[in-house]
């Protein structure tokens, strides 16, 4: 695999049967002339959109007038699909989760932030399809990031440092935030914070990525003779440390940012991406409708 999108196809080229229009030099791009319904029952179409997505990392189409059953469909050849603990599925399709946000949302309603899916699990998301019921007129783009990028182009010394590094992943310090405390016990309970490498593999690619996100709380073995003089340094060392590294996801080189219209679908590899919905719309309405895969875990 290529470090950057360079030797990608040129904007308009043909990739075997699919228009390819990348999107940026990093990351991304958009797919013409083909309906995931026909991917959904097409092995050779659905291989090559795979091909395409462990490439760009995350795909996009527009005028995808699809039903939910295609939806889902589609989704599920890359593998089962997850509910969600908090937003739940839709009950006639399992695991097509429903993002509506309307005037009920209040403007100072928590949305997002930079993050990647799920890695509270054990085995976070392997990758979701995300597809526009209804857009605002204006606002409301998502945005995805190359965390190989982000990762590659690290300084050697904190490659160096980060090297053999785990974290702890939280959805209790996350969705559980705003829940009563009972509650929030409970979620924690079902879902105990999982534990993953600071840098990953790509299962399928080998590529290196970095692997914390708004999810993460504090690394777990950093306290060590090696990185801690003093029991004070443990807490300043290892928080700047996390927050740095969290922080590459908002550099715009590692980045793409698309628009949504009504029908339009984004397609992504959850393992080597993070994404942020921006909230900006409010009082417009805006309503999602994604399929979340179930992934493996992180080495």
């Not at 992504?268 to 994604?290: C, F, G, I, L």
Request: charged content about 25%; hydrophobic content about 35%.
């Amino acid at each position: 695999m290529p470090d950057t999108l360079s030797s990608a196809p040129r904007l308009g080229a043909r990739y075997t049967s699919i228009d390819v229009e990348p999107l940026t030099c990093t990351i991304g791009a958009e797919l013409h002339g083909l309906s995931l319904a026909d991917a959904a029952r097409d092995d050779d179409l659905f291989a090559e959109i795979k091909s395409l997505l462990l490439q760009y990392k995350v795909l996009f189409l527009r005028d995808q007038d699809i039903s939910r059953a295609d939806h889902v469909a589609f989704a599920s050849r890359f593998g089962p699909l997850e509910d969600h603990p908090v937003a739940g599925s839709d009950p006639d399709h399992p695991g097509l989760v429903r993002i509506y946000k309307d005037l009920d949302s209040p403007p100072e309603h928590y949305e997002n932030a930079l993050h990647t899916d799920g890695t509270w699990r054990v085995n976070p998301s392997m990758g979701a399809v995300l597809r526009c019921v209804e857009s605002p007129p204006v606002g409301g783009d998502t945005i995805w990031v190359n965390m190989v990028d982000a990762y590659r182009r690290l300084p050697d010394h904190i490659k160096t440092r980060i090297e053999g590094l785990r974290a702890r992943h939280s959805i209790e310090a996350t969705f559980g935030a705003v829940m009563p405390e009972e509650q929030r016990h409970a979620l924690k309970e079902r879902f105990p914070d999982a534990e993953h490498p600071v840098v990953r593999t790509h299962p399928e690619t080998g590529e290196e990525i970095l692997f914390v996100n708004a999810f993460a709380t504090h690394f777990v073995n950093y306290h060590t003779p090696e990185n801690v003089r003093f029991g004070q340094d443990y807490a300043p060392g290892a928080s700047h440390l996390l927050t740095y590294l969290i922080s590459q996801a908002a550099i715009p080189e590692y980045q793409v940012r698309w628009r949504w219209t009504p029908n339009s679908v984004a397609i992504w590899d959850n393992r080597s991406t993070q994404h942020y919905a921006v909230q900006d719309y409010w009082p417009a309405v805006r309503k999602m409708e994604r399929a979340g895969i179930v992934g493996d875990r992180p080495f």
